[in-house]
């Protein structure tokens, strides 16, 4: 069986893509970054953590769905590349963890606002999507484990 | 000294070579650099967005802009440094790139920018949440920032899949009896091909 993908008749079509990808994940972690930098006590002191929070809420939003869906689209340009990477599987691995911890944890400390609390989630936050960040770039770097051309 | 010279001359320093050899630093170099995107990137963004309003709008113009100023200034520091590094380590392949050098040509036009913009609207923010409705100036601003820092990462990442006409080039100095042959290494889609025909195991 054999579906040809059109991601992989043009060769513009993947950089473009990465191009949508990197401004989705800057709007997308930009505003959690932005919110993390208030808990750490940074950035925008005149307002409350949850407020930031509050008005960044569909920013965020829509930044994750611009980076999930292009990355979704990205990986079906060739699947066997990404699953057989370590780094892929890095990557996922703080990116699944980073999504749980935005929505549980991390929106109920900010959102009660406890003076001088919420630092070390802030540098949780920071942390996982780093790592996610640098898990994407070296997925590039890394040889997937298997070729499964060859098999 | 020809461009093709003086860039094979940058690449070949020290710390250039020690990078572009090194199998971990690069990436880890080029990581921080997207890193960085992410917290200065995405505060422009914001700025820009609150300037058109259509974000952060219960926040006066003020608080954002003189907010933000320092993490922005510390970013771009970062990032300028992180990609003068990853630039300079492949100046050989990256001089003759269009997109490289459209890249370049964005990061003047940040500066002119600046030079337009900057007192009327970004050193004063105070008079903008005074204003009734935001003044023309600061959405041409905002519109002209998010265009440039939008198309700055974009041809970033272009620059890897440009495929130059000749992949080996070879130079040849007056008096100097030596050829210096230089090496393009592949580029970034190219290496994607050679790691799917090859064994996989680098």
Same mark, same amino acid.
């Given at each position: 069986?054999?579906?040809?993908?059109?991601?992989?008749?043009?060769?513009?079509?993947?950089?473009?893509?990465?191009?949508?990808?990197?401004?989705?994940?800057?709007?997308?972690?930009?505003?959690?970054?932005?919110?993390?930098?208030?808990?750490?006590?940074?950035?925008?002191?005149?307002?409350?953590?949850?407020?930031?929070?509050?008005?960044?809420?569909?920013?965020?939003?829509?930044?994750?769905?611009?980076?999930?869906?292009?990355?979704?689209?990205?990986?079906?340009?060739?699947?066997?590349?990404?699953?057989?990477?370590?780094?892929?599987?890095?990557?996922?691995?703080?990116?699944?963890?980073?999504?749980?911890?935005?929505?549980?944890?991390?929106?109920?400390?900010?959102?009660?606002?406890?003076?001088?609390?919420?630092?070390? !989630?802030?540098?949780?936050?920071?942390? #996982?999507?780093?790592?996610?960040?640098?898990?994407? &770039?070296?997925?590039?770097?890394?040889?997937?484990?298997?070729?499964?051309?060859?098999? | 000294?020809?461009?093709?010279?003086?860039?094979?001359?940058?690449?070949?320093?020290?710390?250039?070579?020690?990078?572009?050899?090194?199998?971990?630093?690069?990436?880890?170099?080029?990581?921080?650099?997207?890193?960085? &995107?992410?917290?200065?990137?995405?505060?422009?963004? #914001?700025?820009?967005?609150?300037?058109?309003?259509?974000?952060?709008?219960?926040?006066?113009?003020?608080?954002?802009?003189?907010?933000?100023?320092?993490?922005?200034?510390?970013?771009?520091? &970062?990032?300028?440094?992180?990609?003068?590094?990853?630039?300079?380590?492949?100046?050989?392949?990256?001089?003759?790139?269009?997109?490289?050098?459209?890249?370049?040509?964005?990061? !003047?036009?940040?500066?002119?920018?600046?030079?337009?913009?900057?007192?009327?609207?970004?050193?004063?923010?105070?008079?903008?949440?005074?204003?009734?409705?935001?003044?023309?100036?600061?959405?041409?601003?905002?519109? $002209?920032?998010?265009? &440039?820092?939008?198309?700055?990462? $974009?041809?970033?990442?272009?620059?890897?899949?440009?495929?130059?006409?000749?992949?080996?080039?070879?130079?040849?100095?007056?008096?100097?009896?030596?050829?210096?042959?230089?090496?393009?290494?592949?580029?970034?889609?190219?290496?994607?091909?050679?790691?799917?025909?090859?064994?996989?195991?680098?």
């Amino acid at each position: 069986m054999l579906i040809e993908n059109p991601l992989n008749s043009s060769e513009l079509a993947f950089p473009i893509l990465e191009c949508f990808h990197i401004v989705g994940f800057a709007i997308s972690v930009g505003t959690i970054w932005l919110v993390d930098f208030r808990l750490l006590g940074f950035g925008m002191l005149r307002e409350s953590p949850s407020q930031l929070a509050k008005d960044t809420f569909f920013w965020t939003l829509g930044g994750l769905i611009l980076m999930l869906f292009s990355g979704l689209m990205l990986f079906s340009s060739g699947p066997e590349d990404y699953y057989l990477n370590y780094a892929f599987d890095f990557k996922m691995l703080f990116f699944v963890s980073g999504i749980i911890f935005n929505y549980t944890v991390h929106r109920r400390t900010v959102q009660s606002d406890a003076p001088g609390g919420g630092k070390l !989630v802030a540098c949780i936050s920071i942390g #996982l999507w780093s790592l996610v960040i640098f898990g994407g &770039i070296f997925i590039g770097f890394l040889n997937s484990t298997l070729d499964i051309h060859h098999i | 000294m020809t461009i093709p010279e003086l860039s094979h001359a940058i690449q070949s320093l020290g710390l250039m070579t020690y990078i572009r050899e090194s199998g971990y630093t690069y990436p880890m170099i080029m990581s921080t650099h997207l890193a960085c &995107i992410g917290v200065f990137g995405g505060f422009i963004l #914001l700025t820009d967005l609150r300037l058109l309003g259509w974000a952060l709008t219960d926040i006066p113009i003020s608080t954002v802009i003189n907010g933000l100023r320092v993490w922005k200034r510390v970013g771009f520091c &970062i990032m300028f440094t992180m990609g003068f590094l990853l630039g300079t380590s492949e100046m050989d392949k990256y001089y003759a790139n269009p997109y490289f050098q459209t890249k370049m040509l964005l990061l !003047v036009t940040v500066a002119v920018h600046a030079i337009v913009f900057k007192p009327q609207v970004y050193d004063h923010p105070e008079w903008l949440d005074k204003a009734p409705r935001t003044p023309g100036v600061a959405k041409v601003a905002a519109i $002209c920032s998010l265009l &440039i820092w939008i198309a700055i990462p $974009c041809m970033g990442r272009m620059i890897a899949y440009y495929e130059p006409p000749k992949a080996q080039q070879v130079l040849s100095t007056e008096g100097d009896a030596r050829n210096y042959s230089v090496h393009v290494s592949p580029t970034e889609a190219q290496e994607r091909r050679l790691r799917i025909s090859s064994d996989g195991r680098g």
